[in-house]
């Protein structure tokens, strides 16, 4: 009897744990954000739901693949039938969703997977969401990962808000902008209870080097040619990633229904004064003659529709949730720089293959 009753008493246990699906959790910040929620909540069932796309890596989650609150599922988040059936098996009651094709370069090239993954997944997620949650509404939440550039770009002196019109200007932030109204529609639609976060751009380990740092440090630390779009005079306002998932944590807790959270690290750096600190940071790293790295610089053709500036007024997510980011830039790069180069092993297996075709596709002929 005892044994029954203690199996039976588990049971009841894991329903009433927290069941949140991450989408995108084997990507760039989905591993940091299942990093913190599968340590700090031991009594949350975390489970991951991921296509392995060229840009989802399960090496990014190896110290915490074994974790009893932790699994992993593959599968695509744009198959509706798929996704339907996942929640009615799995009773999630919350998502944090982050799965994505993330990079502004590829929407140029490919604008429809960014449709299909950004803005058909997402629907199947809220609908999935809408048909499960039922009554229960009260106790779940979809919390919807998004990107400041959703907003446009700015001119010098500007700041994101939350209220800031929305102005999308690549098929990326389009999709995305296309996925937040969505949210918002099943929100005052059907009740749905919703959270948004508008991020800037992040940094630090386990990133694509598809985007401006890793590659650069890629780049430098082999000798090649570092890509500069333009003038390098675009300016983006960089956090660091951890601060992202902390920010995440804090919102997905203490988050009001319905509302919108701008994160960003009040950090604006000029794309070619960023790349001639990382160059001067890798001379040293690498025991380099001082302005070596800075040899590689090459100014490319710009990016088709180019935005300017990006920069995020955070104000009201240290004000309402007391998120503040912890770390300085000069830190944080730092760290990620140590990173990078301590992890030559993941670097080399994500540059193999496929990443090379896109390398050249993207770069051969851009001078
Ligand atoms: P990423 O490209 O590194 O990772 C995306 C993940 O989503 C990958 O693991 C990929 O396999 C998975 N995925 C893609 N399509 C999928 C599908 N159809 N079904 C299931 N999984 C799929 O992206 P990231 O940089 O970690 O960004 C994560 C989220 O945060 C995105 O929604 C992005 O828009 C947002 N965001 C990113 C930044 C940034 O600076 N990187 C800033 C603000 C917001
Ligand atoms: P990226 O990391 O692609 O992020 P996003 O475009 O989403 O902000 O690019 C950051 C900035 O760096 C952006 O202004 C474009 C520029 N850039 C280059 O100059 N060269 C490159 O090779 C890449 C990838 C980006």
């Known amino acids: 009897m005892g044994m029954v009753r203690s199996i039976r008493e588990k049971k009841r246990l894991a329903l009433t744990k927290k069941r949140i699906l991450i989408t995108g959790g084997a990507g760039f910040i989905g591993s940091h954000v299942v990093r913190r929620f599968v340590t700090l909540y031991p009594d949350y069932q975390i489970y991951n739901l991921d296509k392995l796309t060229y840009a989802g890596n399960l090496e990014n989650l190896l110290d915490v693949e074994a974790a009893d609150n932790y699994e992993f599922i593959k599968g695509d988040i744009v198959d509706r039938s798929y996704v339907n059936s996942l929640f009615a098996d799995l009773k999630f009651d919350h998502v944090i969703h982050l799965a994505a094709e993330s990079h502004v370069d590829r929407s140029i090239e490919s604008p429809m997977e960014f449709i299909e993954t950004n803005i058909i997944g ?12 039922g009554d229960n ?3 779940c ?3 919807h990962v998004s ?3 959703v907003y446009g770009s700015l001119e010098q002196g500007e700041l994101f808000v939350e209220s800031t019109s929305y102005d999308p200007r690549s098929p990326y932030s389009a999709s995305k902008a296309s996925s937040d109204h969505l949210v918002r529609a099943y929100h005052n639609t059907y009740g749905l209870p919703v959270v948004i976060s508008n991020c800037s751009n992040n940094y630090g380990s386990h990133q694509f080097p598809e985007k401006l740092i890793p590659l650069v440090l890629n780049n430098i630390k082999n000798e090649m040619e570092i890509p500069v779009y333009g003038k390098g005079e675009n ?6 990633v951890e601060d992202h998932a902390g920010a995440i944590d804090v919102i997905f807790h203490n988050g009001q229904r319905g509302e919108t959270y701008n994160v960003g690290g ?5 794309n070619i004064d960023l790349i001639n600190v990382m160059c001067n940071i890798m001379d040293e790293k690498m025991g380099r003659a001082k302005g070596e790295s800075a040899k590689l610089i090459t100014f490319v053709k710009d990016r088709a529709g180019h935005d300017l500036r990006y920069a995020i007024d955070s104000s009201k997510l240290q004000r309402d949730l007391k998120w503040k980011p912890s770390l300085q830039f000069e830190e944080g790069l730092a760290k990620t720089v140590d990173w990078y180069l301590a992890n030559e092993k993941w670097m080399n297996s994500v540059t193999s293959g496929s990443y090379n075709d896109y390398y050249e596709k993207q770069y051969g002929d851009s001078r």
Do not use: G, H, I
Request: aromatic share 18%; no cysteine; charged share 30%.
């Open 122 to 133: 997402t629907v199947n997620l809220l609908e999935a969401a809408r048909m499960n949650w």
């Open 137 to 139: 509404e009260a106790e």
């Open 141 to 143: 939440l979809f919390y």
């Open 235 to 240: 300016v983006r306002d960089w956090l660091f």
């Open 147 to 149: 990107t400041d550039e």
């Open 266 to 270: 009040s950090n604006e750096w000029k």
